[in-house]
């Protein structure tokens, strides 16, 4: 069981590129998150997905894109990326049934830098 | 929408001695308080959590108290030692929704001192 997996660990990009971020869960979780963590600052939710085939907008979603395909896989496209793009993002997922949400499982992260 | 502060930004104790984080939230309709730690480098893991039907949750060193009448809540982790040395994130949100509605303060920094 290898939780929520995250590709690539590292990226430098040039401003004006483009780039998806890969995150497969194998948990059967329904609910899947992307967050960007800024330096000293908390974590800020970009997209999340209900479930397959749903996704909407988190708090920070401009210059961002996602799908949900499969239960599994919740990628997050980049385009034309920015400065103010470099970060941490991590890929989250999270099981809703009745009611009751059970933590965040995060993975590893990406640390994305744009230049 | 909700808004988490949390204090200190950065703290550090003695080894052995206790640490003390403290969050407040802004919607009286949150209930549920979760703290996460991440270390140096790695992802951020639950370590524990609350909701507003319970005033005070422990697991070994660490406990979390709830104050619903002034919206706050604290972690404190007795004993300190190194390995507790991480970032730590409390976050809010209310159940009704699942998790996109989890707000995270902006975390303490806390260095344990041998």
């Known amino acids: 069981n290898a939780g929520v997996t995250q590709t690539p660990k590292f990226r430098i990009l040039k401003i004006g590129q483009s780039m998806t971020l890969q995150c497969t869960q194998d948990m059967n979780h329904n609910y899947m998150y992307w967050y960007r963590q800024d330096p000293g600052m908390g974590l800020k939710l970009i997209y999340y997905s209900v479930g397959a085939g749903i996704t909407d907008k988190g708090e920070v979603p401009n210059g961002y894109n996602v799908s949900r395909s499969t239960t599994e896989d919740f990628p997050l496209r980049l385009e034309l990326a920015a400065p103010s793009q470099t970060s941490v993002y991590f890929c989250?997922?999270?099981?809703?049934?009745?009611?009751?949400?059970?933590?965040?499982?995060f993975g590893n992260g990406t640390r994305l830098t744009v230049t | 929408g909700e808004n988490v502060e949390q204090h200190p930004s950065t703290l550090s104790v003695q080894e052995g001695d206790s640490a003390v984080i403290k969050c407040t939230y802004s919607?009286?309709?949150?209930?549920?308080f979760p703290w996460y730690k991440q270390e140096l480098g790695k992802r951020p893991q639950l370590i524990i959590d609350i909701r507003s039907n319970v005033g005070e949750k422990k697991d070994q060193r660490i406990a979390v108290t709830l104050n619903k009448t002034a919206k706050h809540f604290s972690l404190h982790i007795t004993e300190t030692q190194p390995e507790d040395s991480a970032v730590y994130f409390c976050a809010a949100s209310w159940t009704n929704f699942g998790n996109e509605k989890l707000t995270f303060g902006t975390g303490t920094r806390l260095t344990i001192i041998p």
């Open positions: 989250a997922s999270s099981r809703r049934t009745g009611g009751y949400n059970s933590p965040l499982h």
């Open positions: 919607d009286s309709a949150s209930n549920y």
